[in-house]
């Protein structure tokens, strides 16, 4: 998709892809083109969905490795001065888990540079506004998704909320479309033009200069939502 824009994407790292960022081998190649390509955005998409017990008993985020993996990530564009975006439907409990806390914190070092503006870690979207459709239904389904991260987006879209689909009501992300795919995985699947606007979003704030005003943001100014 960013190739149709004349920009140059990376590799999905994904489970599907052939990745495993849990494991130390597929880690450090991951570290290490990102130091080699310097990509100038990374999306990080956690898997919310896989959940297991820690050492006292509590319900806690399944495979740590990976998302340790992803907070390096994050860092590292920071450390670059590149950009990145963390994406989570907006009711997730992600957002209450200490791996947010510690973005939060690489984002807001306490003797370190300017921080970045904290709304910039609450920026949310309805992605009907994007797509997707039921395919049962048609019916527009709504999935809020939240971004977190330095990369301020500017589209107007993306900020705005739905307000409504006159006398047709979203669609609820539940319940299955056939007995091997839910409505949750299909949303999941990417129906949606999200990534595309994403990419557009981008390609402005480059032609623009706005890049850099995005990552030096303060933390007085309006909240974005």
């Not at 450090?28 to 990509?39: G, I, S």
């Not at 439907?89 to 003797?111: H, L």
């Not at 890049?211 to 030096?216: D, G, L, M």
Request: aromatic share 8%; proline share 7%; net charge neutral.
């Amino acid at each position: 998709m960013a190739e149709s824009y004349s920009l140059r994407a990376g590799p999905s790292v994904t489970w599907d892809a052939g990745w495993d960022p849990g494991n130390p081998e597929h880690a450090k190649l991951l570290l290490d083109y990102q130091e080699q390509y310097r990509p100038r955005i990374i999306v990080c998409t956690p898997n919310i969905r896989y959940w297991e017990l820690d050492k006292a008993g509590r319900m806690v985020l399944g495979d740590g490795d990976a998302l340790q993996t992803m907070i390096k990530v994050m860092g590292q564009q920071m450390a670059n001065g590149d950009f990145f975006l963390l994406k989570a439907p907006e009711v997730g409990r992600f957002w209450t888990r200490d791996y947010f806390r510690i973005v939060m914190d690489i984002c807001s070092p306490p003797n370190g540079p300017v921080p970045v503006n904290p709304a910039l870690m609450n920026q949310c979207c309805d992605e009907c506004r994007f797509g997707p459709k039921c395919p049962l239904t048609a019916r527009y389904m709504r999935n809020r998704t939240r971004f977190a991260g330095n990369y301020e987006l500017t589209r107007s879209p993306f900020l705005l909320n739905c307000k409504g689909r006159g006398n047709r009501d979203h669609q609820a992300i539940k319940g299955h479309l056939d007995p091997t795919t839910s409505r949750s995985d299909y949303v999941r699947e990417g129906h949606s033009k999200l990534a595309s606007a994403l990419v557009q979003d981008l390609l402005g704030v480059l032609n623009t200069g706005r890049a850099e005003s995005s990552s030096s943001a303060t933390c007085d100014e309006e909240c974005l939502e």
